[in-house]
């Protein structure tokens, strides 16, 4: 995660996270990126909440904010990172669950069965805003080794540099929407996504997709936000529709529909 500024809601989720990994992700640590440059008051993180999640676990992370990076993206920075095997991208403002607890976990096993190249990215959609999206920002994974070997270069600096190089209304374009531009088609052959929200023949290969092994309680998704005071900062889980769901026939059948398509 990313911590700048004071904003209560991202600190206490912070906080809250930290707590929250040790009982979902026991073999997990969460890494917090802040600002390393104490003249940068507007993004510097008081030192008594650096020491709280040092306390309850959490391995904190000084960036020199020197960088062009936004703040948000120094998380991304863990993808450059060959000391570790998986990393996984979260807001904030979001709160690990048992629900993706168990799909993180079924990723390990598919990335540790299948090989180094399998697996390589995990990505989430469990709402109707993320259908359109194979990249939710907040919700994915990935093994930095795998994922350095597929691009050639760090994601960071994939984005930064993508970024760079646009115009000045196409820089006014999300992070998300420049991961799913310049990262996906790199990546989505080598994907492993648990979604529920998407029409089945919506992202190729079909054959990542991945129902969810747990099902939802009440209006809950992954990815929902919550204020400093552990509420649900929205009412975007009014909006949950069923669960899509696709059998491995209706994926077999639409894979083969799509060579025929390419082949004539």
Not at 9 to 37: E, F, H, K, M, S
Not at 64 to 69: C, G, S, V
Request: charged share 20%.
């Amino acid at each position: 995660m990313s911590l700048y500024g004071i904003n209560p809601r991202y600190i206490w989720g912070v906080i809250r996270n930290a707590q929250l990994v040790p009982v979902y992700l026991p073999d997990w640590t969460l890494r917090v990126y802040v600002a390393g440059d104490p003249a940068q008051t507007e993004l510097s993180v008081p030192l008594r909440i650096i020491n709280k999640l040092k306390l309850l676990g959490a391995e904190v992370i000084k960036v020199l904010t020197e960088n062009t990076m936004t703040p948000r993206n120094w998380r991304l920075l863990v993808a450059n990172d060959h000391q570790i095997d998986y990393f996984l991208i979260r807001d904030a403002d979001t709160r690990l669950s048992e629900r993706e607890a168990v799909v993180v976990k079924d990723w390990l096993s598919a990335a540790e069965e299948n090989g180094p190249l399998s697996a390589v990215i995990h990505c989430i959609r469990d709402h109707p805003r993320h259908a359109d999206q194979a990249v939710v920002d907040g919700l994915w994974g990935g093994r930095p080794g795998a994922l350095h070997q597929l691009l050639r270069q760090n994601i960071a600096e994939m984005i930064g540099g993508a970024a760079s190089n646009m115009s000045s209304v196409a820089k006014s374009k999300t992070t998300m929407t420049l991961m799913n531009q310049f990262l996906w088609p790199a990546v989505s052959n080598f994907s492993y996504c648990h979604d529920s929200v998407s029409p089945c023949d919506r992202w190729i290969p079909l054959l990542s997709r991945r129902q969810f092994p747990l099902p939802r309680q009440g209006r809950q998704y992954i990815g929902q936000k919550f204020d400093v005071h552990q509420q649900r900062l929205s009412t975007y889980g009014d909006r949950l529709n069923e669960n899509v769901h696709c059998s491995w026939d209706s994926l077999n059948t639409a894979n083969r529909d799509i060579n025929l398509t390419l082949l004539g």
